[in-house]
């Protein structure tokens, strides 16, 4: 059953959800924001202080060996990846031998698979095509890279679930898994600050450039907030979970979440942790909790109100009050709550949630950071220029052609889309053609630029080197 909607005056209040990996240059987490992220795993996961540190620490080295190796295996012969606790490392499977001699040297464990993990992604996106004739037994499925297969969970004997997907015509790559789940929305909640619609409350998800993201179906465009005061100004729900609310002016907006023991913990970024890695929420109606994420590409029936696709499945609980909140791993940001099936009462539990980059990408906004986040206008300027681009694409800012500067120092931060890898030239016209004077080339989506030149016109070059979405550009000139 869908959680009932409370009204402002009957709402449990909740906390954004946290779970972050606190290092030497984390950006200004206090012990005591440390200690409640490691109890919680304590609690949840089994884990002593020591262990929980460890994992955190591997976990975030196994968000970049992944990048790495997405870089290395083409999608036909990579069956995905996955954190494996048990080992302290990152597992990668192959179909061919000669991928797994591709990525020696990266620190990760490799294993030969059959399928391919766009294989697995296509038969899902087959059973997805076929959800208009999906029995009611069946409330999810999801593309689960551990088994190197498609997880279709049913209630009962399952009968019904195997005609169901023989009728789509899959035929091979599926495991059927009995459940006790009973998929709901997750309502009632608020996240680092509680904001209410005309009806209900729920949870600030994470601070952007101008408001904030949430669950879609907490409002619809056009809907006003207050506490914080402001309008949604995109909103989905089903098919996804996802909203942008735009606050009005006089809220502060910062780049953290209220971690309830109190203080604040930093958000660091957006990049995705691999499966298998720790994830913990927060919620006013139950605390902090943990689990691992089971799947990034899950499908979730919420019966009449609808189906959510494409979600990151994990095995932290939740119960009602924990809607439109966050989910981190390592300190980046993960997803805001779609739903919930169990309780943390004890048993097993589920919960789900919209991945943040593609509300970032959706809505053309930017994660704000590190406390406070993005990079103050001192530091990158004041000119703001967003776009968006696919896989070797190019894009000139500004859209005129150029701008012409005195002799000075030029600035530019890009913050390109989670997982790609965005490119920053700043350029010169020589009197006869463009030429680079300065760049920011690393492998990473984001990028910094700084040149002291002279007097002349100037452009700045936005390149996808891989990857494709949103960007923005802040830059200043002399």
């Given amino acids: 059953m869908p959680f009932a909607l409370s009204r402002p005056g009957r709402v449990v209040v909740a906390a954004v959800v946290l779970a972050a990996s606190f290092t030497a240059g984390a950006a200004q987490a206090e012990p005591t924001q440390e200690q409640a992220v490691l109890a919680a795993m304590e609690r949840d996961l089994g884990l002593d202080a020591a262990a929980a540190r ?3 620490t591997a976990e975030r080295t196994a968000m970049g060996a992944e990048r790495a190796v997405r870089s290395r295996v083409g999608p036909g012969k990579l069956g995905g990846a996955w954190f494996d606790a048990a080992r302290g490392a990152l597992v990668v499977a192959v179909t061919d031998p000669a991928a797994a001699a591709a990525v020696r040297g990266l620190g990760v464990e490799t294993t030969l698979v059959a399928l391919s993990q766009s294989t697995l992604d296509s038969t899902k996106a087959r059973l997805d095509a076929e959800v208009a004739t999906k029995p009611a037994a069946v409330p999810g499925w ?3 890279v551990t088994t190197n297969s498609v997880v279709v969970k049913h209630r009962g004997p399952g009968e019904a679930a195997r005609a169901w997907v023989r009728g789509a015509g899959v035929t091979g790559g599926v495991r059927f898994e009995q459940t006790w789940e009973q998929p709901r929305l997750a309502i009632d909640v608020v996240g680092g600050n509680r904001y209410w619609t005309s009806q209900y409350g729920c949870s600030v998800g994470f601070a952007v450039q101008g408001g904030f993201i949430t669950a879609g179906h907490c409002g619809k465009v056009g809907e006003t907030t207050t506490q914080p005061s402001g309008r949604f100004a995109g909103s989905s729900f089903p098919v996804d979970d996802m909203a942008f609310v735009r606050t009005d002016a006089g809220n502060t907006l910062i780049g953290a979440v209220n971690n309830y023991s109190g203080g604040r913990v930093a958000v660091e970024g957006s990049r995705e942790a691999p499966v298998g890695s720790s994830i913990c929420r927060s919620g006013g109606t139950t605390g902090w909790h943990c689990g691992t994420i089971r799947s990034r590409n899950a499908t979730v029936d919420y019966g009449s109100q609808g189906k959510v696709y494409e979600a990151i499945e994990t095995t932290a609980c939740g119960e009602p009050g924990d809607s439109g909140g966050s989910a981190i791993s390592g300190g980046q940001a993960q997803g805001v709550t779609s739903g919930a099936a169990g309780d943390c009462r004890g048993g097993a539990a ?14 053309g906004v930017t994660l704000l950071t590190t406390d406070g986040g993005g990079d103050p206008p001192g530091e990158c300027g004041a000119d703001r220029y967003s776009g968006s681009l696919s896989a070797r694409q190019s894009a000139v800012q500004p859209t005129s052609g150029y701008y012409q500067a005195a002799a000075g120092t030029h600035r530019g931060c890009l913050t390109g889309p989670s997982g790609a890898d965005f490119d920053l030239y700043l350029e010169r016209w020589t009197g006869s053609g463009w030429a680079a004077a300065a760049s920011g080339t690393s492998a990473a ?5 700084e040149y002291s030149g002279q007097a002349g016109y100037y452009r700045w070059r936005v390149h996808a080197y891989s990857g494709t979405g949103a960007y923005t550009l802040l830059a200043a000139k002399p």
């Fill in 350 to 363: 589920t919960t789900w949630y919209q991945p943040v980059p593609e509300i970032l990408t959706r809505y």
């Fill in 54 to 56: 460890a994992r955190l």
């Fill in 142 to 144: 999801y593309v689960d």
């Fill in 445 to 449: 989506a984001d990028e910094k630029v």
